[in-house]
């Protein structure tokens, strides 16, 4: 919902005639104030023009009589839809793509006041925008992230982003990072925000549920990186995909990879190298988490941050919640806690559990339901293939069959294999069970949820948080892990 105190007011007339969509109509009275703008029917406020978007499962168009009764002054629709002459209508070809463009002129084009970042890619989005936050903030750039850890979706629909971006300035931020989904771009949510520099992390497979093929998975993430959307580019070398993009660049694209450091140092809670002829330390660890951080050092430099500011500051950088999240109740074992959910994720997380203990890779995982069920068995070959110790257990099931997916998941176990595998669909018992098998030198990976604090049924959600599960699991088990 939208407030007066947040947006500009402007007539529908003016409105129309200041946003940069060059095909409209009105209809009805073109000097109804607007004073807000939404397209969540059940937040409508007095003054606000409603969009009426087409969804999977509804259509914002048959909302109209209820948003009107609720004080709605306009409606932005794709057909003639009321003989109402005191509600505007503003008439175009598609809602959902001109939304943010509406947005952008009530909230007085917010990413011309700051510095905006975007960061996409399958793997370390959130832990880059976090690492790249931290660096500035420290370096006395005011920053403000949005994505995965600030919002409820990732990136939200644009009117909240337009929203969020006023609200940053209005506060004194100066960069805003954030976190750009593919469903993002291929549903025109960040239309209106202009890039100031758009990040590549990686890609692999992921959202095929949506997106159909990976050639489509990466077509809308390329769609970034493009004049309609940025001005500038930093894309990660070592990436395929990033090649492809840095080769086909369009606007001017800075490259980053493995060849920019040397004094590669990694633990399981530390990360230094060399880097722009001085010393990156940062108390955050795993090997996948080298890139990340890489990324943010490179796009922090782009910002105008010097190498010796962003050294400095990279000292400071706190570990992000649920990103290689070390859990240490004095146990003689490392556990942690990571959002991996892809088959490369798990794949990178296991190697660096591997690259940093000396004993057994142990790793408690799951598959969401309703989503990419084609991935299952691929993590079940990946968790076989990098650990000792496979513990297949429940992650969101939402309205799935639990045991069905983790059945999935087991098809893919690998066959040439010695690692033990077993599953148990409850995630608390399954933890347990694992921690109560770790032993001294060991490390146990509890993947999927990260930073999650609740675990998704068909009908409700249960509290369920894996670091706090781990901690509780841990001052329980036996005194060789107290």
């Known amino acids: 919902m939208a407030t007066q105190s947040d947006c500009r007011t402007l007539t529908v007339d003016e409105l129309c005639r200041q946003t940069d969509v060059q095909e409209f109509k009105i209809l009805g009275n073109p000097d109804n104030l607007v004073t807000g703008i939404t397209m969540d029917s059940h937040s409508v406020d007095k003054g606000d023009l409603f969009c009426c978007v087409k969804g999977v499962h509804f259509d914002g168009h048959a909302f109209a009589d209820e948003v009107i009764k609720k004080g709605a002054s306009a409606l932005l629709v794709d057909h003639y839809l009321l003989e109402a002459e005191n509600i505007s209508q503003i008439i175009v070809a598609n809602v959902r793509e001109v939304i943010g463009k509406y947005a952008k002129t009530l909230y007085g084009d917010p990413s011309t006041k700051l510095r905006v970042v975007g960061i996409t890619g399958t793997n370390g989005k959130t832990t880059t925008a976090s690492l790249l936050s931290s660096i500035l903030n420290s370096a006395g750039v005011a920053t403000r992230t949005f994505g995965t850890l600030t919002n409820v979706r990732t ?49 692999s497979r992921d959202h095929l549920d949506y997106h159909k093929t990976e050639e489509a998975y990466f077509a809308a993430k390329a769609a970034l990186f493009g004049q309609d959307y940025s001005n500038r580019a930093v894309v990660n070398a070592d990436d395929t995909r990033g090649r492809l993009l840095l080769d086909v660049a369009t606007i001017p694209t800075t490259a980053f990879g493995a060849s920019d450091i040397s004094g ?69 074992f490392v556990v942690v806690v990571d959002f991996a959910h892809t088959p490369d994720g798990l794949a990178e997380v296991l190697q660096a559990g591997r690259a940093v203990c000396r004993g057994r890779v142990h790793v408690v ?55 033990t595998v077993s599953s148990i669909p409850d995630r608390r018992a399954a933890i347990e069970q694992v921690l109560r098998t770790a032993t001294s030198g060991d490390i146990v990976i509890i993947a999927g949820k990260g930073h999650e604090k609740t675990q998704e049924f068909a009908h409700h959600h249960e509290e369920f948080d894996d670091a706090v599960v781990a901690r509780e699991l841990l001052l329980l088990t036996t005194g060789k892990h107290s």
Do not use: Y
């Not at 949510?189 to 202009?194: A, E, K, S």
């Open 365 to 419: 995982f799951g598959c969401g339901g309703n989503r990419d069920s084609g991935k299952r068995p691929l993590m079940g070959a990946v968790a076989t293939q990098f650990a000792d110790n496979v513990m297949v257990t429940s992650d969101n099931p939402r309205s799935e069959d639990q045991i069905e997916i983790i059945n999935q998941i087991l098809a893919g176990v690998r066959s040439d294999t010695n690692c």
């Open 155 to 203: 990136t939200p629909e644009a009117p909240i982003i337009q929203k969020q971006l006023a609200q940053a300035a209005r506060d004194g931020m100066k960069i805003a990072v954030m976190e750009v989904t593919s469903h993002a771009i291929d549903q025109s949510r960040i239309n209106g925000v202009q890039f100031e520099i758009v990040v590549f992390t990686n890609i």
């Open 264 to 332: 590669l140092t990694v633990t399981a809670s530390s990360i230094e190298f060399e880097w722009e002829g001085v010393k990156i330390t940062s108390p955050i660890g795993g090997r996948f988490n080298v890139m990340n951080l890489l990324a943010a050092c490179t796009v922090a430099r782009e910002l105008g941050v010097t190498p010796q500011e962003i050294a400095n500051a990279a000292t400071r950088i706190e570990s992000v919640p649920g990103r290689f999240e070390k859990v240490d109740m004095g146990q003689d």
